[in-house]
């Protein structure tokens, strides 16, 4: 009964039931699964702005007067990390290219869909990017004009921690369901491991070893270290594959982050703010792809002074992108075009392709997130040394 507590061993349950039953149940209930769903992602993302903002406000004003070398040290971190992640993903490159070749796009079965969707539509001006920069200002002016603002950042941040644990974190199996129902209704599994097997087992082996690494640097090479930190990270490893959006599982990803953290609120500020940006799994697998296309139409690797300029506008482009489903993409092309001289052919392929690997390219986003905010702590930690003994020295 103990075992049935732990969300890991409800969600398999869950999905083991919904494939027994699967082939006895009408149309409409597979139908009406992915809609509650969808209606439930939908609901996280009109909350996330919020959330966001008084996560990262009240996180920002625990750290007082340190909150302007918080946002510098973060954001040059962040660069750093995407931008070792495009440079991995070349080295991978040379390795795979002769043993791999990118095949043609399958289209999905797009016939199975939501029997409803929510009928607002969120203004492009609501958005998580949007609540962290909210997030900032508020943090900055808390601490540095108005400290009375301080309680009610307090109490916001308390409410929406409530509503993330309390409702949404007990419905994770069901939630979950609803996005298998799909994959497996619009034969998108079978598509990703018939067509795309070889590609899947490169992109597996790279991702693996490279945030294997990640958590080894974070673990301070305790073998017992390592595998509490990766085993803290699961549930939000499930619901990620399984939904696709790096957003609707930010409430699990602060849980596990929290857990493998010093400072657990740390992972209330780091998360939220970084889970737009900091997309190891899109960085390494779009770079891997790119790869693999310029060598398949160009007929040679791309040369450094053409990876040079595009791996720089890559990483700055990161910065400007959202974690959802085909958010990021869109925005890339362009690029793909200007940098690396990507047909429409290409950029179809590398488009369906996304499609394909989502739930890869979520996943590895957010596992390698979480990762990423325990080797940041240490980073932050030696920041704050670095500034106070210039400061004493100042002094």
């Known amino acids: 009964m103990s075992l049935l507590r732990h969300r890991s061993v409800q969600i398999v349950l869950a999905i083991a039931l919904y494939l027994a039953l699967r082939p006895f149940c009408p149309a409409v209930l597979h139908q009406g699964l992915y809609t509650i769903s969808l209606f439930m992602k939908d609901l996280l993302l009109w909350m996330l702005p919020?959330?966001?903002?008084?996560?990262?406000?009240?996180?920002?004003?625990?750290?007082?007067?340190?909150?302007?070398?918080?946002?510098?040290?973060?954001?040059?971190?962040?660069?750093?990390?995407?931008?070792?992640?495009?440079?991995?993903?070349?080295?991978?490159?040379?390795?795979?290219?002769?043993?791999?070749t990118p095949a043609q796009s399958h289209a999905l079965n797009d016939a199975f869909g939501p029997l409803w969707r929510l009928g607002w539509t969120r203004p492009v001006w609501w958005s998580p990017d949007k609540g962290s920069v909210a997030g900032v200002i508020l943090g900055l002016v808390a601490t540095f004009g108005y400290p009375a603002l301080g309680p009610l950042l307090a109490r916001g941040k308390g409410a929406a921690e409530w509503v993330l644990t309390r409702v949404f974190a007990r419905l994770i199996p069901l939630f979950v369901l609803g996005f298998v129902a799909r994959m497996v209704e619009t034969h998108l599994l079978s598509q990703m491991v018939s067509h795309y097997a070889d590609l899947l087992l490169w992109l597996v082996l790279f991702l693996a070893l490279y945030i294997a690494f990640l958590f080894f640097l974070g673990s301070r090479s305790s073998p017992l270290s390592f595998i509490q930190h990766v085993k803290n990270l699961l549930p939000a490893m499930g619901v990620a594959f399984?939904?696709?959006?790096?957003?609707?599982?930010?409430?699990?990803?602060?849980?596990?982050?929290?857990?493998?953290?010093?400072?657990?609120?740390?992972?209330?500020?780091?998360?939220?703010?970084?889970?737009?940006?900091?997309?190891?799994?899109?960085?390494?697998?779009?770079?891997?792809?790119?790869?693999?296309?310029?060598?398949?139409?160009?007929?040679?690797?791309?040369?450094?002074?053409?990876?040079?300029?595009?791996?720089?506008?890559?990483?700055?482009?990161?910065?400007a992108t959202a974690a959802v489903l085909g958010g990021a993409i869109f925005i890339m092309l362009p690029i793909y075009e200007a940098y690396l001289g990507f047909t429409p052919e290409m950029g179809a392929l590398i488009l369906a392709f996304n499609v394909i690997l989502d739930p890869l390219v979520t996943c590895a986003n957010v596992v390698g997130n979480g990762a990423l905010c325990r080797i940041f702590e240490r980073v932050w930690g030696s920041a704050l040394v670095f500034g106070g003994k210039k400061r004493t020295t100042e002094g």
């Not at 957003?247 to 602060?254: D, E, Y």
Request: net charge neutral; with cysteine.
């Open 50 to 100: 919020l959330t966001v903002s008084f996560f990262i406000a009240h996180a920002i004003f625990s750290f007082e007067k340190k909150a302007p070398l918080f946002i510098l040290t973060l954001f040059l971190f962040e660069a750093l990390s995407n931008g070792a992640s495009v440079w991995y993903a070349y080295g991978c490159g040379h390795l795979a290219v002769g043993h791999v």
């Open 242 to 319: 399984s939904s696709g959006c790096s957003l609707s599982t930010m409430p699990w990803t602060i849980e596990g982050t929290s857990k493998n953290l010093r400072n657990p609120d740390l992972a209330k500020a780091l998360i939220p703010a970084t889970t737009n940006i900091q997309q190891v799994g899109d960085c390494i697998i779009n770079a891997f792809l790119c790869f693999l296309l310029y060598t398949h139409f160009q007929g040679h690797t791309p040369p450094l002074s053409v990876w040079i300029p595009f791996s720089a506008v890559f990483v700055l482009a990161r910065f």
